[in-house]
């Protein structure tokens, strides 16, 4: 009898230990999810960026290899997305970014022209709200609060590609109001999450490090970005908003495995 009830308690502690590991799985799996779905969120300010930079003629030759690989990989995600995803208001906001995304490179791929720029404006724009909106209900549904400090991480990543797109495309022309305040947000923006990320209790040394990377990096370059007007500094826009960029894409993937 005793030997039986030994037996009982072993496979309810495995059963248990079993279940208890596909529900972290599943967590981890979500917010994974939500970090492919960030870096999408990224690439549609990149692109963009990449077209002004092309048709400005600055930084050719990185911009259209950036501009190649980008596309690409936009593209490799939205599949993983689609495949991954049976919620049926997230699937149609799939298909109308879709809808979008290929408009947008359609656009991306004619000869530069400020018409067809402000198309390209208007169109990374829009999968960026959609692609937001996609973040969002993930995490709603997903009810994780976990996934904040990697939604933070992941968003830096945008921010700077975001401050690059409109500091190149004002220099190419679009010289409005809001091509100014949108950009002078993206840096107010930047500097509260950093901020926020710097005193988190989650960060490892290793995060801490490469944070203080960025740290050094952003309290020099952040007052070129503001000098928006004058636009003497496109390259190194370009080359530094990339570096912050790839070391936040860094930080953002360490988040990720605080919760594996």
């Known amino acids: 009898m005793n030997y039986i009830f030994k037996k009982i ?3 309810i502690a495995l059963l248990l230990i079993t279940t208890n590991s596909y529900g ?7 917010i994974k999810l939500i970090d492919i779905a960030g870096k999408q969120r990224m690439l549609s300010q ?4 990449d077209y002004f930079y092309i048709g400005k003629k600055v930084g050719t030759s990185k911009a259209k290899r950036e501009l190649s690989k980008s596309l690409k990989e936009f593209n490799d995600i939205a599949k993983i ?6 919620n049926p208001d997230i699937t149609n906001l799939l298909a109308f970014i879709e809808m979008s995304s290929e408009e947008f ?6 000869k530069f022209n400020l018409d067809d720029g402000q198309l390209v404006l208007d169109f990374s724009e829009s999968i960026l709200e959609g692609t937001q909106y996609l973040i969002d209900s993930l995490k709603e549904n997903a009810k994780l609060k976990e996934s904040k400090i990697v939604v933070q991480a992941g968003k830096q990543r945008v921010l700077a ?35 926020s990320l710097m005193s988190s209790k989650q960060n490892t040394p290793q995060i801490n490090r490469k944070l203080n990377q960025v740290n050094r990096l952003w309290s020099i ?7 928006i007007e004058k636009g003497r500094l496109p390259y190194i826009v370009f080359i530094t908003t990339n570096n912050i960029s790839k070391k936040m894409d860094e930080v953002t993937k360490l ?5 594996k």
């Open 105 to 110: 490179q359609s656009t991306i791929n004619t």
């Open 255 to 259: 988040y990720l495995e605080l919760h």
């Open 81 to 86: 997305l689609s495949s991954s995803i049976n």
């Open 46 to 49: 990149t692109i963009a960026k």
């Open 24 to 30: 972290e799985n599943k967590k981890y799996d979500t």
């Open 9 to 11: 308690v072993l496979v």
């Open 161 to 195: 590609q975001r401050i690059a797109k409109y500091y190149i495309s004002y220099q190419s022309g679009i010289k409005d109001k809001n091509t100014i305040e949108q950009m002078k947000q993206a840096i107010k923006d930047f500097s509260s999450i950093h901020k």
């Open 221 to 227: 370059v952040y007052k070129f970005y503001l000098k």
